[in-house]
Structures are given as structure tokens and as C-alpha cells.
């Protein structure tokens, strides 16, 4: 099996590479990325260090090629697999505790990509990134603004609990990130419940919304106006 994961492996680094790589690499020209899978491939930030790049081109040629997903070894001997690819979008279980998701968004003139990294550790807690088709990561000050607190409460007016009472209670701040496979918003959610005084969470949770949701404008994420 390992023998043959070594054969496959060759071949799909061969296939990407001649995806990718043309005469405008030999010139020295930054080669672009405009798929979701090569995208994936040529991801090299520390979200996704575990796996290197001849194991992500394995899982893309198995999703790809033999509709299969498979559980491939990790650099530190566990496992990961893509959990859902599309043209558009991409999920992978890199570890028991954290998932990677990558999503093609639109603008006017190129395509870019947005990444979300969760870890599930007492609590979920996400990062969010942008990089353009040469997989440069991007300035997200322009892009996207991560929500206020106060984001995700309904408090009616005239309620006996004040918005300044629940940061005092919340503290700190974890949020967990998600992408949708079949459209460009992105959702958030508040995950604080697990390191919160119980009390104080029962009270917080009464005005608590289950998620945000912001919309991609072809320029940024907007945080979606409740009705």
C-alpha cells in the first residue's frame, strides 16, 4: 500500500506540477493557482504544516481522480482527509481537533481565496486569511471585519441586562468560522460557553444569536443586517 501511495503520489506532483508550472515559470514568472485544488496544493502557511505537498497533491488526485477520499498520514502520525471538494470549495480534517477550509471568491478582476482554520480545543476558535491567485496572502483590513461582541446579541429594548454587563461577563472572545460549500457567506459563531461561569453563560445565552452571517460583495464581507 505505502508502494503504491508512493506511485500515485509521483504521479499526481507530476500532473500538478504540469498544471501549474508552464514556460512562464522557467522565466521566472510567479506561477498563478486558479483552481480550488492546486490551490490547495500550493498552500503553504503554517495552518497547514502537517502536510506537505506531496501529500496534499495525493488527497486531491484520489478526490479527484478516483472519487475517493482517503485518510493520508500526517508529519506527526495522524491522520487527515479531505472531507468535501467542490470547483469551488474545499474542507480537510487535518487533525482529531482541526479542520482547513478554502473557498474561491470573486472579485472584478481575479478570483482570490479565503482560508479558515479552526481548532477545537475547549473551545472552537477560528483564523481567517486571504490570498490572491499566486497564493500571496492578502491585507484582510480591506476584506473583512471580524464582528464586535455585540454582534451576536438580540437584546430587546428595555431589557434589565445591558450589553456592557455581558462583556463583562464574556471576557474573552473565541469565535468559530465556517465557510458554505455551495455559496460565498461566511458564518460565525460565538463559542464561549465551555470557559464561562455557568451563571453568568445561562444569562448570556437568553439574548445569545446561534450564528452571524456575512455576505461576500465582490470587495469585502458584510455582516448580514438582521430583519
Do not use: W
Given at each position: 500500500m505505502r508502494k503504491l501511495l508512493l506511485i500515485v503520489?509521483?504521479?499526481?506532483?507530476?500532473?500538478?506540477?504540469?498544471?501549474?508550472?508552464?514556460?512562464?515559470?522557467?522565466?521566472?514568472?510567479?506561477?498563478?493557482?486558479?483552481t480550488i485544488d492546486k490551490a490547495f496544493i500550493a498552500f503553504h502557511d503554517k495552518q497547514l504544516q502537517l502536510l506537505d505537498v506531496d501529500t496534499k497533491a495525493v488527497m486531491v488526485y484520489f478526490a479527484t481522480e478516483m472519487d475517493s477520499l482517503i485518510d493520508v498520514p500526517t508529519q506527526l502520525g495522524g491522520m487527515a482527509r479531505i472531507e468535501k471538494l467542490t470547483p469551488d470549495y474545499?474542507?480537510?480534517?487535518?487533525?482529531?481537533?482541526?479542520?482547513?477550509?478554502?473557498?474561491?471568491?470573486?472579485?472584478?478582476?481575479?478570483?482570490?481565496?479565503?482560508?479558515?482554520?479552526?481548532?477545537?480545543?475547549?473551545?472552537?476558535?477560528?483564523?481567517?486569511?486571504?490570498?490572491?491567485?499566486?497564493?500571496?496572502?492578502?491585507?484582510?483590513?480591506?476584506?473583512?471585519?471580524?464582528?464586535?461582541?455585540k454582534d451576536f446579541f438580540d437584546i430587546p429594548r428595555g431589557s434589565l441586562t445591558k450589553m456592557s454587563e455581558i462583556e463583562q461577563m464574556v471576557g474573552?472572545?473565541?469565535?468559530?468560522?465556517?465557510?458554505?460549500?455551495?455559496?460565498?457567506?461566511?458564518?460565525?459563531?460565538?463559542?464561549?460557553?465551555?470557559?464561562?461561569?455557568?451563571?453568568?453563560?445561562?444569562?448570556?445565552r437568553l439574548f445569545l444569536r446561534d450564528s452571524i452571517v456575512y455576505d461576500w460583495d465582490g470587495k469585502r464581507y458584510r455582516l448580514r443586517k438582521e430583519k
Open positions: 503520489a509521483t504521479f499526481a506532483m507530476l500532473c500538478f506540477r504540469s498544471g501549474v508550472a508552464d514556460d512562464n515559470t522557467a522565466r521566472g514568472i510567479v506561477p498563478s493557482y486558479p474545499i474542507k480537510v480534517g487535518v487533525t482529531e481537533v482541526s479542520t482547513f477550509e478554502m473557498r474561491t471568491l470573486p472579485t472584478k478582476k481575479d478570483s482570490i481565496f479565503v482560508a479558515v482554520h479552526t481548532v477545537r480545543g475547549q473551545a472552537a476558535d477560528s483564523r481567517i486569511d486571504f490570498y490572491d491567485k499566486y497564493m500571496a496572502k492578502i491585507d484582510d483590513k480591506k476584506l473583512f471585519a471580524e464582528p464586535k461582541l474573552f472572545t473565541t469565535i468559530e468560522y465556517s465557510l458554505n460549500d455551495e455559496d460565498n457567506t461566511l458564518r460565525a459563531r460565538l463559542t464561549v460557553d465551555k470557559h464561562m461561569n455557568q451563571d453568568d453563560y445561562n444569562i448570556i
